[in-house]
């Protein structure tokens, strides 16, 4: 049967081993005894069973020595004081060493190791010292306790949930140890967080043997599975960890993903690679386009993202007096979101979609790199980051303007002014008075429209001749029997219809068809006396 604790307590006797054939205070089990060895040949390769078994036992790969043999303790080699009454033994306290109350193991702990004491005259001296413990004693007279056990490292783990966790999210870590410790300076843990690692500082402690670190997510910090760099990736930064007896802890950590680690006790994902734009196009073919005519705006993103809100988000336009904006209509969960042209407030019926009277630009882009906007809603990535919104130059290698050759032409042709290539004078039946309408760009004409003037009891109904592709449009009156005006001119405003036709710019933009008031300046009735 196997020893108890007590027995063997009892049978190494504090150094001075007891007789294991035969039975003696707490050790009981002289009856059960297979063999007993007593190691002291001193010479050959046989050691003698003292039982009454005869298991003679054979050494084998060690030799004998002269040194005396250490039972439970440390051999301390004599260091100074020949030629006199004390001598000094020095001992370094090693690791794994501890004692309450320092004491050599016995009486017999003092060994020649085959060198001499003796006095004066050449005796030698005796060296049994005082029983350990006793009066005389070094245990008796001094109170040296020995810790020897360095603290080390048990586990590490965080107290924030699993999930993720973005740039600016601060996490803490605790460092457990095996016993109390005490801290100086600022420690660090490095944590394995992709092309840079992240640094967990020192901030405090839990308890007496546990450690806080606190980390804060930085732009590009990403792991799927949080966890320290490596074993030695808690360093002592110019600080100290020590326990109450001043033993440096050994800082070597878990290995990563193995038992007692942050990877293996938690899941937290890091995720502080923040969306950015990484060009911006138009699925809009390259052209001219005119007044209602919607362009669609597409940015392309470095991971998917996602949109909240209702036009949530929109692009400043550069069109000229005044810039338009294209406000976010799909895409949301991609890594492509587009954007409509409006031409003024949008709402869900999709009024103001499209180039507006006026919008104008020669190559279209947005007014700059801070153009999109968010509208009281966000874009994001899967897990939280806020997308960084600046987009490139424009004009540059990946702006609209770059990428796209779209032209607006928001500048509708209006009428600039109405006369006639007739003398001022009177005219009768049969006379034929050109009148000639003036627009501010050429204008290209379809079908016959109409200009009714004001010739007494029947108004005149004058179509359209000549002049498509230029700015100066003719409409010839032949003065009918009954027609009579003092001072010839149209008969409103809105005198000039289409009658089915079309009156249309280069770009495709209809005419503006209002014309001056009756009488007015640049009316025909005031640019001519017929």
Known sequence: DALTATEITALYNSGSGLDATSNSGNYTSSSNLKGYWRFNEGTGTSVADASSNSNTGTISGATWSTDSPIVGGTKVDYASGTGTSTLTFNYTVASGHTSSDLDYSSTSALTLNS???????????TLTLASPGASGSLGGNKAIVIDGNAPTVTSVISPNDDGYYTAGDQLSFYVFFSEDMTVTGTPQLTLETGSTDGIADYSGKLNGSTLIFNYTV????????????????????????????????ILTLPTPGSSGSLGSGKNIIIDGVIPTVSG???????????VGDVIAVTVAWSEAVTVVGTFGAKIKLETGTTDRYAYYYDGSGTDVLTFQYFGGTPDLDNNNLGIAVGDTTADLDYTSTSALE????????????NAI?????PGESGSLGANKAIVIDGNVPTVSSVTSTKTDRGYTVGATIPITITFNQTVTVTGTPQLTLETGTTDAVVDYASGTGTAILTFNYVVAVGHNSGDLDYTSTSALALNSGTIKDASGNAAT???????????LGANKAL
Do not use: E, F
């Not at 060198?115 to 001296?125: E, H």
């Not at 074993?231 to 440096?248: E, F, Y």
């Not at 968010?374 to 980051?385: C, E, F, M, W, Y």
């Open 115 to 125: 060198g001499t004491i003796k006095d004066a005259s050449g005796n030698v001296a």
């Open 218 to 249: 930085a732009s590009g910090h990403i792991s799927s599975d949080l966890d320290y760099a490596s074993t030695t990736a808690l360093a002592l930064n110019g600080g100290t960890i020590k326990d109450s007896n001043a033993n440096a802890a």
């Open 280 to 290: 911006v196009t138009s699925t809009t073919a390259d052209g001219t386009y005119k």
């Open 374 to 385: 968010l509208n009281g809603g966000t874009i994001k990535d899967a897990s939280g980051n």
């Open 389 to 393: 919104l600046t987009l490139p130059s």
């Open 513 to 523: 068809l209002t014309l001056p008031t009756p009488g007015a300046t640049n009316s």
